[in-house]
């Protein structure tokens, strides 16, 4: 079956980096794009980011853009997401779904991995 396993949260000071992965099995995702949510405590999930397997097109949200880099390494089948210029308001579980095509929607994913906390402190 799919699988999607996040990795690589944790906590960091205001100004810091981290680098998030995916990791997906159980299918070919060559014709599927990748995305990345993150839900804060209290609020709706967030649409962050999301790459396109093949030819790896990508869109951002406006509020990461230029500090946030989705890429992918389609030999591990495994998508990143680079947090640089971290802020406190980046804390939350950042979540990586798999869609048929770049999607907003969370209601456009069909696979979710468990997601990984990210933590800034100020």
């Known amino acids: 079956q799919v699988q999607l396993v996040e990795s690589g949260g944790g906590l960091v000071q205001a100004g810091g980096s981290l680098r998030l992965s995916c990791a997906a099995s159980?299918?070919?995702?060559?014709?599927?794009?990748m995305g990345w949510f993150r839900q804060a405590p209290g609020k709706e999930s967030e649409f962050v980011a999301a790459i396109i397997w093949r030819g790896g097109r990508t869109s951002y949200a406006d509020s990461v853009k230029g500090r946030l880099t989705i890429s992918r390494d389609n030999a591990k089948n495994t998508v990143y997401l680079q947090l640089s210029s971290l802020k406190p308001e980046d804390t939350a579980v950042y979540y990586c779904a798999t869609a048929n095509y770049v999607s907003f929607a969370t209601d456009e994913y069909d696979y979710w991995g468990q997601g990984t906390q990210v933590t800034v402190s100020s």
């Open positions: 159980g299918r070919t995702f060559s014709n599927k794009a």
